[in-house]
C-alpha cells in the first residue's frame, strides 16, 4: 500500500511502473505490427498510442475507486489499483500503434468530430 495526498500525486510514483508494464503487456502486438496504424502510413518506428484515455487518466481513475482516507493522506493498495488498471487497458481498440507523427497528432486533438475523423483513418 501506498500513502499519497491525490491520485495525481500517487501516479508519480507509479508512472514509471505503468509505463513498464504497457510495454510489456503491448510490445509482442506492436512487434507484430509491420507499419503505422494511420491509413495510408508505412513509418515502421512504432508508439504504442492510447486511444480513449491516456495512461494517467485510466491509472487515477482506478486509484480514485480505491481509496480510503488515513489521516492526512490516502491510502491506495498497489496491487488492486494495477490490476484495475490493466482491466482498463482489455479493449480490442484501447491502444493502436502510430508513428511518432500520427501520435502527436492524435495527442493534440482536441475537437471531438476531428478526433472521430481521425480515428476512423486508425486500422485496428
Not at 505490427?33 to 495512461?55: D, S
Amino acid at each position: 500500500k501506498v500513502l499519497a495526498k491525490t491520485e495525481g500525486d500517487f501516479y508519480q510514483i507509479m508512472s514509471g511502473e505503468t509505463r513498464n508494464i504497457m510495454k510489456l503487456l503491448f510490445n509482442s502486438l506492436k512487434k507484430s505490427t509491420p507499419y503505422c496504424q494511420f491509413e495510408g502510413c508505412k513509418e515502421t518506428m512504432l508508439e504504442t498510442a492510447h486511444l480513449h484515455k491516456g495512461r494517467p487518466e485510466i491509472f487515477k481513475a482506478c486509484a480514485k475507486k480505491l481509496k480510503k482516507k488515513k489521516e492526512k493522506y490516502f491510502e491506495y493498495p498497489v496491487k488492486l489499483v494495477m490490476q484495475k488498471y490493466l482491466e482498463g487497458h482489455k479493449r480490442k481498440d484501447s491502444v493502436c500503434f502510430l508513428c511518432k507523427k500520427h501520435h502527436l497528432e492524435l495527442d493534440s486533438i482536441k475537437n471531438k468530430k476531428t478526433l472521430r475523423d481521425f480515428k476512423q483513418k486508425i486500422n485496428l
